[in-house]
């Protein structure tokens, strides 16, 4: 479980705890969403989860990646469920991080960090409604990269690129992914609508 402290390390302290690493593709990631989606669906009950979805390169075949699970949950959008969910998960021992870097707001949680670092197989929980686009447009991502061998093969060489030059910079990592994340995102959305 995560100890308080993780909640007051600096960007810098943090990344030297949990360096980006790119791990070479394993089909046990497909096997830990399942198991997790279970996981989830149990902690949290039918009213709560309307649907689960694995994103991210852990979710495309073949592809190298951090080897952390990101999942998506679609969740009714009122605020008396949220409160129900973000206690039900933190009562599980999920560490629950607010979001406001994709507006609207939304709810992640992580699971597999300690103070020593990354313990286990470990998750990005992201929850939200379906309205909220800044999330649910990654699965387009997700979608193209699985369809496109060749596009999945550049962004795992700027990946490694990246990874390399800011291996215990998480932020500038994300940073760097970003255009082109956004635009094949919208090459995806303009193909599959």
């Not at 991080?97 to 960090?113: A, H, L, N, S, T």
């Not at 990269?145 to 030059?165: D, F, G, Q, S, V």
């Amino acid at each position: 479980m995560i100890k308080k402290d993780l909640d007051r390390l600096s960007t810098r302290e943090l990344g030297e705890l949990f360096p980006v690493i790119i791990s070479e593709p394993d089909p046990e990631w497909k096997k830990l969403f399942e198991t997790e989606k279970k996981e989830l669906k149990r902690i949290l009950g039918q009213k709560a989860v309307v649907r689960i979805e694995h994103f991210g390169s852990t979710a495309v075949p073949n592809l190298a990646a951090k080897p952390t699970i990101d999942i998506l949950v679609e969740i009714p959008g009122n605020e008396k469920t949220r409160n129900e969910i973000k206690q039900k998960m933190k009562s599980e021992g999920y560490h629950y991080i607010p979001r406001e870097d994709c507006p609207p707001p939304y709810m992640m949680f992580v699971k597999g960090y300690s103070d020593e670092g990354i313990k286990g197989p470990s998750y990005h929980i992201h929850m939200a409604e379906k309205e909220h686009n800044g999330l649910w447009d990654r699965l387009y991502f997700r979608d193209y990269l699985i369809k496109n061998k060749e596009t999945a093969r550049e962004y795992e060489r700027i990946k490694r690129e990246l990874a390399e030059k800011f291996k215990y910079d998480r932020e500038a990592y994300t940073e760097g992914k970003t255009g082109f994340i956004l635009k094949i995102t919208e090459k995806a959305k303009k193909e599959y609508t």
